[in-house]
């Protein structure tokens, strides 16, 4: 038999289930897979703190990789020419204390090019204790917010014990900012409060709104106004109009320099990659395989380097698929990755011998698994816009690694 203890605890549990569900999938699988495919490739991407990993409040990590804007860029939302780096996580959860990409300070938003790759790095400092799941995002105007990896970092201590401590241009110190200058603010705020008031009060006092409008209705509106009323306004005016001065003088006292919030685009110069074109890729043909969640694509590859290549990964929307047959290749991950993000098999490439210099030639790719489905990527059949974009990693015969983009519509088979 149930009892009400029972059923408190079924209830109890399918709620905090239903709570851990919609906390852990906290967006980054609700985007169009277009988007995900599209928009920004996420790679090399390490973090100073391990996948599960533990910080204390007040302690830093560092996020840092390569990110690559699609050159395919998805034509429902604009160009990238307004991004800004910023992070994924739930909440204030963790302060920025420094973002950079390409070593250029991004306090400000920038604009990118597509086809292009950028250096980011993204410095955190410990603030709401938990577990949270964290990623570097970049917001992109009309698009959003578009994630990169993420991974889960517990942080413990006391949300009490944070500081955020900074110094200035000029040389001050200050010891946290959360409670820099509150007393001002608090003041200020407290003045100008209490002067509304008393102004309210002045008119509530008196009758209010039937005999105002029956006196108005007759033409002795002037009535209204009596000469103490006209003499406590101007008393007012120059009494607040000093008090502007006043706070106006006494600001600039004490704080010398001031500098208005910038509003300007940082400019930042695009990774140089000397290696552009030495492998050419062309998609032949795409499918989205359902009953086996595989993406099946034939390809052509021309090899334009001097040395044999081989295709070691296959990455879209921050799923990886490594070729197990490529020493490179594996050696490339690194293996505290979050596990979700790399397929648990092969990368399935039909002919595994390497392409020579100056070869071309059609290679049959297969990346199976279940993340297609656990990520919503088989959304992809509900998109309006059914095409994919990836990028392939290629290594040559010393491991070096060639990066090539894969782009095409993809076509859904129902059946097996
Ligand atoms: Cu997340």
Redesign the pocket.
């Known amino acids: 038999m149930l009892n009400a203890n029972v059923i408190k605890k079924l209830v109890l549990s399918f709620v905090l289930l239903t709570i851990s569900t919609v906390l ?1 999938a ?3 699988r609700n985007q169009e897979p277009f988007l995900r495919m599209k928009t920004l490739h996420w790679y090399d991407v390490e973090w100073s703190v391990k996948n599960e990993g533990t910080l204390k409040v007040n302690e830093e990590m560092t996020m840092k990789g390569r990110v690559h804007f699609f050159s395919r860029w998805p034509q429902v939302i604009s160009k990238p020419d307004t991004v800004f780096l910023s992070v ?1 996580t739930p909440g204030p959860v963790f302060i920025r204390k420094f973002s950079y990409l390409n070593e250029v300070p991004m306090i400000q938003s920038t604009g990118v090019e597509t086809g292009k790759s950028y250096d980011f790095e993204v410095i955190l400092k410990a603030r709401l204790p938990g577990r949270h ?1 964290v ?1 570097p995002m970049f917001n992109v105007e009309s698009a959003g917010g578009l ?1 990169g990896p ?1 991974i889960w970092v517990n942080i413990e201590g006391n949300a009490d014990d944070f500081v955020y401590g900074v110094e200035t241009r000029t040389g001050q110190t200050i010891e946290n900012l959360g409670t820099y200058a509150t007393a001002n603010v608090y003041k200020w705020h407290a003045i100008w409060a209490a002067i509304a008031v008393l102004w309210l009060l002045w008119w509530i006092r008196r009758p209010l709104l039937i005999q105002r409008y029956l006196l108005v209705k007759d033409g002795q509106w002037s009535t209204l106004i009596t000469l103490t009323d006209k003499k406590l306004a101007a008393t007012m005016i120059i009494g607040i109009i000093g008090l502007l001065i006043y706070a106006n003088g006494v600001t600039k006292e004490e704080y010398r320099y001031t500098i208005p919030l910038q509003g300007g685009k940082a400019e930042v110069d695009a990774v140089l990659n000397p290696d552009e074109g030495k492998v050419y890729v062309k998609n032949k043909k795409a499918e989205y395989y359902l009953p086996g969640r595989s993406v099946i694509i034939d390809a052509e590859i021309t090899n334009n380097h001097n040395l044999p290549i081989q295709l070691g990964e296959f990455t879209s929307a921050n799923l990886r698929f490594i070729n197990h047959h490529v020493p490179a290749a594996v050696a490339a991950l690194d293996e505290d990755y979050p596990d979700e993000l790399v397929a648990d098999s092969t990368l399935v490439v039909d002919d595994l011998r390497p392409i020579m210099p100056g070869e071309t030639r059609r290679l049959h790719i297969d990346a199976t698994d279940a993340a297609w489905e656990v990520e919503r990527l088989s959304s992809l059949l509900n998109d309006p816009d059914s095409s994919y974009g990836a990028l392939l990693f290629f290594y040559d015969s010393n491991g070096k690694r060639f990066i090539s983009e894969i782009y095409g519509q993809i076509l859904p088979t129902f059946v097996d």
């Open positions: 852990y906290h967006g980054e994924g799941h990623h994630v993420g």
